[in-house]
């Protein structure tokens, strides 16, 4: 069953006020009965005790390195679980009673209650959370292209959410064991334990009562609020709508979905992590916002980088470098240090290529002697496009040995890397560097930044003759672009 546009709308909060987006997600409302859960009545202190117990973490010493809880406080907790007849008198395992109220499993079928399971119409999911009403809210004008809902009908103000768009394939229909699983994560969530009970429980557990009132679900968008996350490891944070917890864990999956496909929506949150401005910002300041703004770039431009952590990682080291340079950081230690990115980039690249298309141990000849004429032969039968005159003459002059040592532990220079990474085409006919053009690589390029590397790399003086390259904002600009380009190339295989 697919989502279809709707006129239903719900907020289960209030409107909060601070630096946020509020977004209007599209969600499927099922009717379920479910009794509704109970406050527990252990404290964290006494679930931490009771839940390493009954994982048979009984002695003192041992609870205490677990906790960190004074042991005279461990005792105190043990003596007072076994008045209430949660442990035996020995101290070391639940009684019946104790494992029914560690377990909060006391379901009083006349607390049974009609209410709301909410489904995600954009990754189907179901949500951890329910509702005994739903809480509607009317816009003011239901007919606007955009729109509006009031904060405060006494000073006028409103509120201009944005609308996400639902997936275009059917959502999964609600199954006896996805309702359970949803019912558990929120009784878990409302008795706030999940973090120090959750490895003890049972993910099996089957609830009587629970169960699906109505077969059609009806079409929803709920009012959410987003804002930056300033605490955890991602950039944004969904505000739980129902107020359980600071931040919806479970829709994080949902978010990185669409940040990666609604370029207009990344644009409309960009404003949430702020733009870097040296002049404004301490040092620290500055670095932290120059990887939000890096963060921010690779899900809404390059999405396909997703699936390689290690070029992902470096591309954006690559980024930072480049918004540092724009921003005015051209001191000749960052211009460096932007050219040593530009070449590890591109080494983890090859270093991708290697691993993917892999070729024999001993299939790089073995030469007592470097031979130009051997490896220009080599380079020229491998029918690489890219691989133009001036690019062989100079990856010739590699020798086979590292060549070889770079196939089997990738880890040599870009040169002895890139020759190594073409020599799988002779074994794997679906290799990129037989499907890409001269122009879309440019591995003369790739080569001239190879030198530049190393001559940054060696200290320059008087005393050393060789002409150097002056090495410019705009030069190192220019590259990092190249570096970007060249890896792009690339993302039909990643």
């Known amino acids: ?275 870097a401005d040296m002049a404004e910002q301490t040092a620290a300041e500055w670095i932290k916002s120059l990887q939000n703004e890096t963060e921010l770039e690779l899900l809404t431009s390059y999405p396909w980088l997703e699936k390689q952590a290690s070029i992902s990682r470096y591309f954006a080291r690559l980024i930072e470098k480049e918004k540092s340079v724009q921003q005015g950081n051209q001191s000749p230690a960052n211009l460096e240090a932007a050219l040593s990115e530009c070449q590890m980039l591109l080494e983890v690249v090859m270093q991708w290529l290697i691993k993917t298309y892999p070729i024999a141990k001993n299939a790089v000849p073995h030469q007592e002697r470097h031979s130009f004429k051997l490896n220009r032969e080599i380079l020229k039968g491998l029918g690489i496009p890219a691989a133009t005159d001036s690019v062989i003459a100079t990856l010739a002059g590699q020798r086979l040995s590292q060549v070889a040592r770079a196939a089997q532990s990738p880890k040599a220079s870009l040169k002895a890397l890139l020759f190594a990474a073409a020599l799988g085409v002779f074994e794997h006919t679906g290799h990129p560097l037989l499907h890409l053009s001269a122009e879309q690589l440019a591995l003369e390029e790739l080569l001239k930044l190879a030198n530049l590397r190393n001559q940054t790399s060696h200290a320059q003086s008087e005393f050393n003759a060789a002409q150097l390259q002056q090495v410019t904002a705009d030069l190192v600009l220019g590259y990092i672009n190249y570096c970007k380009k060249f890896t792009e190339q690339f993302k039909d295989w990643f």
């Not at 252990?42 to 041992?62: H, S």
């Not at 395992?93 to 399971?117: F, R, S």
Request: charged content about 25%; overall charge negative.
């Open 1 to 275: 069953m697919q989502f279809v546009h709707t006129n239903l709308f719900l907020n289960f909060a209030p409107f909060s006020s601070g630096k946020r987006q509020t977004v209007l997600w599209p969600v499927r409302v099922y009717r379920v009965l479910y009794p509704e859960p109970r406050r527990t009545r252990l404290n964290l202190f006494e679930r931490a005790i009771l839940g390493l117990i009954r994982a048979k973490r009984w002695q003192v010493t041992e609870l205490q390195t677990l906790t960190g809880l004074h042991p005279d406080l461990i005792k105190l907790i043990i003596a007072n679980c076994i008045s209430r007849n949660w442990l035996e008198h020995s101290g070391e395992k639940l009684t019946h009673e104790g494992a029914k109220t560690l377990d909060d499993e006391e379901v009083d079928n006349q607390d049974l209650k009609a209410g709301y399971l909410f489904q995600d119409a954009i990754t189907g999911h179901f949500w951890p959370r329910m509702s005994t009403t739903l809480n509607e809210v009317e816009p003011i004008n239901p007919h606007a292209k955009q729109l509006k809902f009031s904060l405060s009908r006494k000073e006028g103000s409103s509120i201009t959410p944005y609308l996400l768009e639902p997936v275009q394939s059917d959502l999964p229909s609600l199954t006896p064991e996805q309702l359970n699983r949803a019912y558990r994560e929120y009784r878990r969530d409302v008795n706030a334990y999940k973090q120090l009970e959750g490895s003890y429980g049972s993910n099996d557990l089957t609830l009587p009562g629970v169960q699906q009132l109505d077969d059609s679900p009806e079409q929803a968008y709920m009012l959410l609020d987003i804002t930056a996350d300033h605490y955890g490891e991602q950039l944004f944070m969904v505000k739980d709508p129902f107020e359980i917890r600071e931040h919806a864990w479970w829709l994080t999956e949902g978010l990185n979905d669409l940040l990666a496909r609604d370029k207009q929506f990344c644009k409309r949150l960009g404003g949430l992590v702020g733009r």
